[in-house]
């Protein structure tokens, strides 16, 4: 690929922010308080998917009786009392490659499965909302990831072609929206382990977004 048709897109919860563990937190709170079982296998399943199909998945497991929307609530309630505070915590090397591929022009969009308003409101808190060309929510378009739709939006957006495109994923259902999408995947795993699908999936898998850094910038020899 020459330089001019390298592009970059990131997820956030668990890639960009260290929050997945917050929202686990959460519901395993939620889930001691009303008695709920299995709660911890569920979110597992929830894990890089929109508000739809969560619901969808909790539905699926618990009855259509389960009350949702109230546990949705109190769980956001409780995520915003962890963080008002002090924040988002972000992950190792986000800043770092964040800055690289800004310094070097190179087209960086996000595509997060949290609703927009959320995503652009996190991302301002953390002074990281200018680092991104296009930012694309998971509520502006019907199906989730693991479909391949959201990745393709965000290419849309941005005006480049996804396979010039590299992905930062955490999350299986976001490896195989990449994929299906026909961007090249990286995975930095965060909650879910690396499993043979994802190795197959992914062109590369690191621990962290230095390591990913290192990678592109020894895969176009240096042009960022």
Same mark, same amino acid.
């Not at 929510?137 to 941005?158: E, F, H, Q, V, W």
């Given at each position: 690929?020459?330089?001019?048709?390298? /592009?970059?897109?990131?997820?956030?919860? %668990?890639?960009?922010?260290?929050? $997945?563990?917050?929202?686990?937190? *959460?519901?395993?709170? &939620?889930?001691?308080?009303?008695?709920?079982?299995?709660?911890?296998?569920?979110?597992?399943?929830?894990?890089?998917?929109?508000? %739809?199909?969560?619901?969808?998945?909790?539905?699926?497991?618990?009855?259509?009786?389960?009350?949702?929307?109230?546990?949705? %609530?109190?769980?956001?309630?409780?995520?915003?009392?962890?963080?008002?505070?002090?924040?988002?915590?972000?992950?190792? @090397?986000?800043?770092?490659? &964040?800055? *690289? &591929?800004? $310094?070097?022009?190179?087209? +960086?969009?996000?595509?997060?499965?949290?609703?927009? /308003?959320?995503? +652009?409101?996190?991302?301002?808190?953390?002074?990281?909302?200018? *680092?991104?060309?296009?930012?694309?929510?998971?509520?502006?378009?019907?199906?989730?990831?693991?479909?391949?739709?959201?990745?393709?939006?965000? *290419?849309?957006?941005?005006?480049?072609?996804?396979?010039?495109?590299?992905?930062?994923?955490?999350?299986?259902? @976001?490896?195989?929206?990449?994929?299906?999408?026909? &961007?090249?995947?990286?995975?930095?795993?965060?909650?879910?382990?690396?499993?043979?699908?994802? @190795?197959?999936?992914?062109?590369?898998?690191?621990?962290?977004?230095?390591?990913?850094? $290192?990678?592109?910038?020894?895969?176009? $020899? %240096?042009?960022?």
């Amino acid at each position: 690929m020459e330089r001019s048709d390298i /592009a970059v897109i990131f997820d956030m919860d %668990g890639t960009i922010f260290d929050s $997945e563990r917050l929202v686990l937190d *959460c519901w395993k709170m &939620l889930g001691e308080k009303y008695g709920i079982p299995d709660i911890e296998e569920v979110f597992m399943r929830c894990i890089g998917t929109n508000k %739809g199909r969560t619901k969808e998945i909790v539905y699926g497991h618990y009855g259509k009786d389960f009350p949702y929307e109230k546990f949705s %609530g109190e769980s956001s309630a409780l995520f915003r009392e962890m963080t008002e505070k002090e924040g988002l915590p972000v992950k190792t @090397g986000a800043r770092e490659i &964040l800055a *690289c &591929l800004h $310094e070097r022009r190179i087209p +960086t969009g996000l595509a997060s499965s949290t609703r927009l /308003a959320v995503v +652009t409101q996190e991302l301002k808190d953390a002074g990281l909302y200018d *680092c991104f060309q296009v930012v694309v929510g998971g509520d502006l378009l019907k199906n989730s990831k693991p479909a391949p739709d959201i990745y393709l939006m965000t *290419c849309k957006r941005m005006g480049i072609l996804p396979e010039n495109t590299y992905a930062i994923e955490d999350s299986h259902n @976001g490896i195989r929206s990449a994929h299906g999408a026909g &961007l090249h995947p990286i995975m930095v795993p965060d909650m879910m382990p690396v499993t043979e699908e994802m @190795g197959m999936l992914s062109e590369a898998v690191f621990d962290n977004l230095i390591q990913v850094k $290192e990678y592109l910038e020894k895969k176009f $020899e %240096g042009s960022i």
